[in-house]
């Protein structure tokens, strides 16, 4: 069975932490792990990916792990800021066309 | 600037009244998907189209059907609407399957009265 499990549901980080919100996956995968950020009323927007060539991709203050053979990957947001405050959903390519997402972390940065 | 559009942005009717749903895309992209989204829930694909390639979900409810006359345009149908419809209903491109980025609309929001 296809599965992402996301973890954890909800969390409250003050201004300026480091944000880390971790999904492991079963049986196997494909070759992408994307991480999007969803605002209350808009659709989710693609925040960073990571394809398994690499254990570690950072674009400014985020940051995605790979651990491939333990089938683990985490986002970090250093600096966390008010505007980060979101929803946040990790994905797998299983490689049957289509992307399995997380179950959704609803981030809060407060100052 | 706005790449994947949806419209209405929020859509009332009535239990058992049918319903369209609509996209459009402007990044000419092969791959238009259907999600439907409840409170605090990950996106569910309902259905997608690669170019006129139709791909329904095995647990998508018959009640739910699509249309894609063009590259552009992509339609939601729910033939009788129960109150369990009621979701934010999301529209996603991408240039090909999942590993190339999806782009998303800011869906729908419907209500059933």
């Known amino acids: 069975q296809q599965q992402v499990k996301q973890s954890p549901q909800s969390l409250i980080v003050q201004k300026g932490g480091i944000s880390i919100i971790n999904c492991a996956y079963e049986?196997?995968?494909?070759?992408?792990f994307p991480w999007y950020q969803q605002f209350p009323g808009k659709g989710p927007a693609l925040l960073i990916a990571i394809r398994p060539d690499v254990s570690e991709k950072k674009e400014g203050r985020f940051t995605i792990s790979f651990n491939k053979s333990a089938k683990q990957f985490s986002l970090h947001i250093m600096d966390s800021q008010p505007g980060d405050s979101a929803t946040y959903f990790c994905a797998v390519d299983f490689g049957n066309e289509k992307l399995t997402f997380g179950t959704g972390t609803r981030l809060t940065i407060i100052p | 600037d706005a790449m994947v559009i949806q419209n209405p942005r929020y859509q009332v009717t009535q239990f058992g009244k049918p319903v369209t749903l609509s996209c459009s895309q402007t990044?000419?992209?092969?791959?238009m998907y259907w999600y439907q989204q409840k409170s605090s829930q990950a996106p569910k694909l309902l259905f997608h189209?690669?170019?006129?390639?139709?791909?329904n979900e095995a647990d998508t409810p018959d009640n739910f059907q699509s249309r894609r006359p063009n590259t552009s345009f992509c339609f939601l149908d729910i033939r009788s609407p129960g109150l369990g419809d009621a979701a934010m209903y999301l529209c996603?491109?991408?240039?090909?399957?999942?590993?190339?980025?999806?782009?998303f609309g800011d869906g729908t929001r419907l209500s059933i009265l």
């Open positions: 049986n196997t995968a494909f070759d992408y």
């Open positions: 189209y690669y170019d006129k390639d139709f791909n």
């Open positions: 990044l000419n992209h092969n791959v």
């Open positions: 996603a491109t991408s240039r090909d399957f999942p590993s190339d980025p999806q782009h």
